[in-house]
T-cell receptor, first 116, second 109 residues
Framework: GAVVSQHPSWVICKSGTSVKIECRSLDFQATTMFWYRQFPKQSLMLMATSNEGSKATYEQGVEKDKFLINHASLTLSTLTVTSAHPEDSSFYIC????????????FGPGTRLLVL | GQNIDQPTEMTATEGAIVQINCTYQTSGFNGLFWYQQHAGEAPTFLSYNVLDGLEEKGRFSSFLSRSKGYSYLLLKELQMKDSASYLCALMDSNYQLIWGAGTKLIIKP
């Protein structure tokens, strides 16, 4: 089956630093990737949708200058949290969709970010 | 806009059956999903309904009524490993997933 990986799985950083999270589709080409954020005991919230080779579409309330998304290839998307603050501490999950099935999203294992 | 409601928490006994309900309002609909999420992990796909009726897959079944804006996930022969959050999500007219808050299912021996 389709596999999506995320790296790193855990990151702890100091306030003010930037953190990059990678999302890779390992055995398929991801025409679209989604980035979600999940706070404790809450559901997933879509942050942005990115299509390969084009700018990401951000959801309302998500700062595009703070959460930089790059989808440079069909197998890799990156999310960079710039100047991270404690309130950015969360569980970040990516998912990917190939071109064959618009209904199906394959989820990565998630990245837990803790900003001190 | 869209709105999804599901119970916050449910408790059931090992070996029993539990039904988790989900109601929704939406202007565009391209299907309803159920995902399982264990604490600290990403969601895993359970089921997808786009037409009315019951879809059975092993111990798990999912039902959809589009006219009523209603779905349920039925879990049979509950096992301790079924303790998790169960997320109802609908796919809107833009093929984006809109997520419910999730139902935390606690299984007791």
């Amino acid at each position: 089956g389709a596999v999506v990986s995320q790296h790193p799985s855990w990151v702890i950083c100091k306030s003010g630093t930037s953190v990059k999270i990678e999302c890779r589709s390992l055995d398929f080409q991801a025409t679209t990737m989604f980035w979600y954020r999940q706070f404790p005991k809450q559901s997933l919230m879509l942050m942005a949708t990115s299509n390969e080779g084009s700018k990401a579409t951000y959801e309302q309330g998500v700062e595009k200058d703070k959460f930089l998304i790059n989808h440079a290839s069909l197998t890799l998307s990156t999310l960079t949290v710039t100047s991270a603050h404690p309130e950015d501490s969360s569980f970040y999950i990516c998912s990917a969709r190939d071109g064959s099935s618009i209904e199906t999203q394959y989820f990565g294992p998630g990245t837990r970010l803790l900003v001190l | 806009g869209q709105n999804i409601d599901q119970p916050t928490e449910m408790t059931a006994t090992e070996g029993a059956i539990v039904q988790i309900n989900c109601t929704y309002q939406t202007s565009g609909f391209n299907g309803l999903f159920w995902y399982q999420q264990h604490a600290g992990e990403a969601p895993t796909f359970l089921s997808y309904n786009v037409l009315d009726g019951l879809e059975e897959k092993g111990r798990f079944s999912s039902f959809l009524s589009r006219s009523k804006g209603y779905s349920y996930l039925l879990l049979k022969e509950l096992q301790m490993k079924d303790s998790a959050s169960y997320l109802c999500a609908l796919m809107d007219s833009n093929y984006q997933l809109i997520w419910g808050a999730g139902t935390k299912l606690i299984i007791k021996p």
